[in-house]
């Protein structure tokens, strides 16, 4: 039996972006539904030619940016997407604010989603917040 797994991605730092895209792409290619809602301080790094660096908050997030062999999230993302079927969905206010179209976000981004979209369709859901 398949679960029903929905993550919020908020926070613009590379653990938490790290975590989220683990669980989305271990749970994606294990057949969970999986969605991902980036918003916030998560969106702007999946807009195309955003170059910024994600922070990092401790000494784990160093040892991942020092490490070539750790996937990057967007990578992780990416193949949840692909092999899993995961739905990356970014937030329509988050894309309003930013002054970005949908065609100026990574190709792997479904539509614009709004909360209350996804939040109804996260009934019964695993929810997880980052």
Same mark, same amino acid.
């Given at each position: 039996?398949?679960r029903?797994i929905h993550?919020?991605?908020?926070?613009?730092?590379?653990?938490?972006?790290q975590?989220?895209? #683990?669980i989305?792409?271990?749970?994606a290619?294990?057949?969970?539904e999986?969605?991902?809602f980036f918003?916030?301080? +998560?969106l702007?790094?999946?807009?195309?030619g955003?170059?910024? +660096?994600?922070?990092?908050?401790?000494s784990?997030g160093?040892?991942?940016?020092?490490?070539g062999g750790?996937?990057?999230?967007k990578?992780l993302?990416?193949?949840?997407?692909?092999?899993?079927?995961?739905?990356?969905?970014?937030?329509? #206010?988050a894309?309003?604010?930013?002054?970005?179209?949908?065609e100026?976000l990574?190709?792997?981004?479904?539509p614009?989603?709004?909360?209350t979209?996804?939040?109804?369709?996260a009934?019964?859901a695993q929810?997880?917040t980052f």
């Amino acid at each position: 039996m398949s679960r029903k797994i929905h993550i919020v991605c908020v926070s613009g730092t590379r653990e938490k972006l790290q975590m989220a895209a #683990m669980i989305a792409s271990v749970a994606a290619a294990s057949g969970d539904e999986v969605s991902v809602f980036f918003s916030m301080n +998560a969106l702007p790094y999946f807009v195309k030619g955003y170059a910024t +660096a994600a922070p990092v908050e401790g000494s784990f997030g160093v040892l991942m940016q020092e490490d070539g062999g750790v996937p990057s999230f967007k990578q992780l993302f990416k193949y949840a997407a692909e092999l899993g079927d995961a739905r990356l969905l970014p937030c329509s #206010m988050a894309i309003d604010l930013l002054k970005v179209s949908t065609e100026e976000l990574d190709p792997e981004l479904g539509p614009p989603t709004g909360l209350t979209r996804f939040l109804s369709d996260a009934e019964g859901a695993q929810m997880l917040t980052f």
